[in-house]
C-alpha cells in the first residue's frame, strides 16, 4: 500500500516558535497533536511527502503543482526571517502525475509559476515533520500542490491520480492536506463573526472523526464561503488520495481560540487486502449530484428555464432565441404570460458551478422590449460577457445554476442607514459617471459597510475619497 497515511493539519504560523514569541501557548492542543502528527509520519518513513496548500499559486480553473528540484522559504513576512525551511521535490513523482492529470483529463500541472518560494501552509507542517525525523536518515522528498476554483470532483480524482502514482512508482508516501478550517468563530476574528463558522467546524470534526470523504465532497459550498474556511479542497484531494481505502480516523485535536479553526486528524490505512467499494466516494458522490442537478432543474420556473433555453441554444447553436416566436418558446412546455412578454425590467442572470460563481451581467433600468427579451439577453451575457470569466463551453452547460434577478427601479437614498443586505440591493455612483451595484442576500456579505464598500470597488470609486451618492432598489430572485 502506497499511501501509508493521511494527516490534514491546519497552519498558523504562530504555532512556530520564532513567530509566536510565546503566544503559541494559547493553541498548545494543536502544537501538541501536531508534535504527534509529526512523530507518526517520523516512524512510517516515507519516502515522499505530498503537501496540499491553499497558499501556493492558485487559479480558478487549473491546479499548480510545484516543478523543480528543491524549493526553500522563511516566516519572513510573518518577522521571523530565521525561521527558514527547505526540502527537495521528488521530480519523478511530479513527473509522473502530470502524465496522469494529462492522461485523465484533469486540468493540472506545472504551468503558471508565480513564486517558487515555499508557502507558510507548507512550511508549518514541514516543521513539525523534520523536528521528529531522525538525523541520521534522509528526508523524504516532497510533492507541492495548489488548489483550484474546480469542482469537488476534480479536487478528488486528483487525489486518486496522486494515489496511483504513488502504488505505480513504489513510493511510500504520506499525505498532508494544509488547511485551516472557519475563519469566522468569533466577532474579534479575522472575518469577524458568522452563524456558520462553528457550524463548518462542527461538520469538519464530524468527518475527521468518521473519515465520512462523501460529506467532504457534497459539502454546500454556500456554508462553506459563509465559514470563510480555506481547508475544504485540500481535505478533498486527501479524500481522493485513500479511495476504496478503509482507514481509522482520529480527531487528534480542535480549538480556534484566535477565531480561526484549527483541526488536526490523521487517517491511516487498515487493511492490504484490496479496494474497499464502499469507499468509493467519487462514484457516490457523483451519482447523487445527477440526481441533485435533475431535481433542481426539474423544479426550476418560468424565468430561469427562459435564461436556461437562451444561453443554451446561443452556446450550442450560435444563435439567439426570440421569446415572442413559438418555436422557439416551444421546449418550455408552456406560453410566456404577460408579465414576461407585455413587461419592463432591469434584471441581472447569475451563473454558478459547484456554488462557485460563473457569470453574472445585468441591466438596473429595462433596455429591451420585454422582459422576457431582457432575460434572454443577460443570460448570454453572463455565459460568454463577463469579463472576470472565459465563455460558458458546452461541456459546462449541465453544471449551471442560475438566478435571475428581476429589480425593481432603483430610488435615492441619503444614508447606508437605509439599506438591508437582505432585503436591498444597493448603487454607488459618482458625478463622473462612475457605478457600481451589488444585489442583495448574497453569500458573505453579511453587513451594509461590506456591501457598500464591494459595490464602490466594482465601480472604481473610493469611498473616502469621491463624491458619491446611493441608490437602493429590491429583487425578485427566480431560482
Known amino acids: 500500500m502506497a499511501i501509508v497515511a493521511a494527516f490534514a493539519v491546519p497552519h498558523p504560523p504562530l504555532i512556530i516558535p520564532a513567530v509566536g514569541n510565546g503566544r503559541e ?18 516512524g512510517l518513513a516515507p519516502e515522499t511527502l505530498v503537501i496540499s496548500t491553499p497558499h ?51 486540468p493540472a500541472g506545472t504551468e503558471g509559476e508565480r513564486d517558487p518560494l515555499l508557502d507558510h501552509a507548507t512550511m508549518v507542517p514541514l516543521h513539525f515533520i523534520w523536528k521528529a525525523w531522525p538525523d541520521d536518515r534522509p528526508r523524504p522528498k516532497v510533492v507541492r500542490m495548489g488548489l483550484s476554483g474546480l469542482s469537488p470532483a476534480v479536487h478528488y480524482r486528483l487525489g486518486q491520480c496522486v494515489q496511483a502514482v504513488a502504488g505505480e512508482l513504489g513510493r511510500r508516501t504520506v499525505y498532508v492536506a494544509s488547511g485551516d ?10 472575518y469577524g463573526f458568522a452563524p456558520d463558522g462553528p457550524k463548518f467546524d462542527e461538520a469538519i470534526d464530524g468527518i475527521f472523526r468518521t473519515g465520512d470523504f462523501l460529506a467532504l465532497l457534497s459539502m454546500d459550498p ?30 487528534l485535536s480542535h480549538e480556534g481560540p484566535f477565531g480561526v479553526g484549527y483541526g488536526v486528524a490523521a487517517f491511516t ?19 447523487a449530484h445527477v440526481r441533485e442537478m435533475a431535481g433542481r432543474k426539474a423544479a426550476e420556473d418560468l424565468f430561469v428555464r427562459l435564461a436556461r ?39 441581472f442572470v447569475s451563473l454558478k458551478v459547484g456554488g462557485e460563481l460563473r457569470g453574472c451581467m445585468g441591466t438596473i433600468l429595462p433596455t429591451r422590449s ?25 461541456s459546462e452547460l449541465y453544471e449551471l445554476v442560475y438566478d435571475v434577478d428581476v429589480l425593481t427601479v432603483p430610488e435615492p437614498i441619503s444614508s447606508p442607514d437605509e439599506l438591508d443586505v437582505r432585503r436591498y440591493g444597493v448603487i454607488v455612483s459618482t458625478a463622473d459617471g462612475r457605478r457600481g451595484l451589488l444585489l442583495p442576500d448574497l453569500d458573505g456579505v453579511d453587513s451594509v459597510e461590506q456591501q457598500v464598500g464591494i459595490a464602490a470597488r466594482k465601480g472604481g470609486i473610493d469611498l473616502g475619497r469621491d463624491g458619491w451618492t446611493l441608490e437602493r432598489f429590491e429583487v425578485v430572485r427566480h431560482a
Do not use: K
Open 222 to 251: 454556500g456554508l462553506a464561503e459563509r465559514a470563510a474556511e480555506c481547508g475544504l479542497r485540500s481535505f478533498q484531494i486527501m479524500a481522493g488520495a485513500l479511495d476504496r481505502t478503509s482507514v481509522s480516523a482520529e480527531l
Open 25 to 42: 501557548r494559547d493553541v498548545q492542543d494543536t502544537i501538541d497533536a501536531y508534535g504527534e502528527a509529526g512523530r507518526r509520519i517520523a
Open 181 to 190: 478550517l472557519s475563519h469566522r468563530l468569533t466577532a474579534d476574528g479575522p
Open 309 to 347: 433555453l437562451s444561453l443554451e441554444t446561443y452556446v450550442r447553436d450560435g444563435r439567439r432565441i426570440d421569446p415572442g416566436n413559438p418555436h422557439d418558446m416551444a421546449s418550455l412546455g408552456e406560453a410566456l404570460p404577460a408579465e414576461l412578454l407585455d413587461g419592463r425590467a432591469g434584471c
Open 56 to 106: 501556493s499559486v492558485m487559479y480558478r480553473d487549473y491546479i499548480h503543482i510545484s516543478p523543480g528540484s528543491r524549493a526553500h522559504g522563511s516566516f519572513a513576512q510573518f518577522g521571523a526571517p530565521e525561521a527558514a525551511y527547505g526540502c527537495d521535490y521528488d521530480v519523478g513523482f511530479v513527473d509522473a502525475l502530470c502524465a496522469a492529470v494529462d492522461a485523465a483529463g484533469i
Open 370 to 394: 420585454s422582459l422576457a427579451e431582457e432575460i434572454c439577453a443577460n443570460a448570454v451575457s453572463a455565459g460568454t460577457r463577463d469579463p472576470r470569466f472565459p465563455a460558458v463551453r458546452s
Open 269 to 287: 490505512p487498515t487493511s492490504a487486502a484490496g479496494a474497499d467499494a464502499s469507499r468509493s466516494f467519487l462514484e457516490q458522490y457523483e451519482d
